[in-house]
């Protein structure tokens, strides 16, 4: 109750301000609007105007909702057009609303409930496999770089091999020996 009315307090003096006589009685601004709502219900209620007004006031907020000039200004024969053309698009929500219904045991199920504690084993499943992903690229890197190694020795020693060939082609050919193709 005295946060309440230290909060009222502080709302009195948002409204009213610092009064500069500290002596003068501290405006409240609850009375005040409950004097205020008094007033406004006595005065609505001698007027015989204001009272069948009250008693509008429902046709008046169906009179104003936009939907309601739709409402008289669409004939129903239009409404039937409007119906019939989106029939295709309707058949299908109908349809996939039929299929939801009919998957409902299924997300009820027991697999569905248990997803939270599963969670945590598939968080553990994922870290191990980027972890083994970036141990693959590693991997991989490795073996390319082997391979590129494995090239170039294989093309050094064909290279050998082409000038020992060529080395003894011609001491053959110095001392006549014909070699045979």
Request: with cysteine; net charge neutral; proline share 3%.
């Amino acid at each position: 109750m005295d946060v309440l009315e230290t909060r009222l307090w502080a709302l009195e003096r948002r409204l009213y301000g610092e009064r500069g006589n500290k002596a003068a009685k501290p405006a409240k601004c609850a009375e005040s609007l409950g004097r205020i709502q008094a007033s406004l219900a006595s005065t609505a209620n001698k007027r015989e105007r204001v009272k069948i007004l009250h008693k509008k006031i429902e046709d008046l907020l169906k009179y104003l909702d936009p939907q309601f000039t739709d409402h008289i200004t669409v004939p129903d024969t239009m409404k039937l057009e409007f119906i019939l053309a989106e029939e295709e698009a309707l058949l299908s929500q109908a349809a996939l609303l039929e299929q939801v219904s009919n998957l409902q045991p299924l997300l009820d199920s027991n697999y569905i409930r248990d997803v939270p504690e599963h969670a945590t084993k598939l968080q553990r499943i994922s870290q191990l496999h980027i972890k083994q992903q970036d141990q693959t690229e590693a991997q991989s890197l490795e073996v390319k770089k082997l391979f590129e190694e494995y090239n170039k020795m294989m093309f050094l020693l064909s290279k050998q091999f082409t000038q020992w060939d060529e080395t003894l082609r011609k001491l053959e050919e110095a001392k006549g020996i014909r070699t045979v193709e």
